[in-house]
């Protein structure tokens, strides 16, 4: 059974960080390509940022130089760590594993306000 646990997410003042993980299970996490993704009420879901099993990123380009991915393949852990945060990155925060199936977790929420 695979699982794609997040975790990290609050409510966090302008300017602030936070660091998502997203543990799996049931997965040979190394040959995955893995991401970050987000939905803020009454849009739709989009990606923030992902990195390839090689380990090459792509950003949103809203999140460029404030977010960073990154990967355990031993821990079969991604992380997105948030910085310099603002009141448009709050939203519901998804993570994703894509090869030949994609899975998806329950999500994570990051509320980002004074």
């Known amino acids: 059974q695979v699982q794609l646990v997040e975790s990290g997410g609050g409510l966090v003042q302008p300017g602030g960080s936070l660091r998502l993980s997203c543990a799996a299970s049931?997965?040979?996490?190394?040959?995955?390509?893995m991401g970050w993704y987000r939905q803020a009420p009454g849009k739709q879901r989009e990606s923030v940022a992902t990195i390839s099993s090689g380990g090459r990123t792509i950003y949103q380009d809203s999140v460029k130089g404030r977010f960073t991915i990154s990967r355990d393949n031993f821990k079969k852990t991604v992380y997105l760590q948030m910085n310099s945060l603002k009141p448009e990155d709050t939203a519901v925060y998804y993570c994703?594993?894509?090869?030949?199936?994609?899975?998806w977790g329950q999500g994570t929420q990051v509320t980002v306000s004074s």
């Open positions: 994703n594993a894509i090869y030949v199936s994609s899975y």
């Open positions: 049931g997965i040979i996490f190394s040959v995955y390509d």
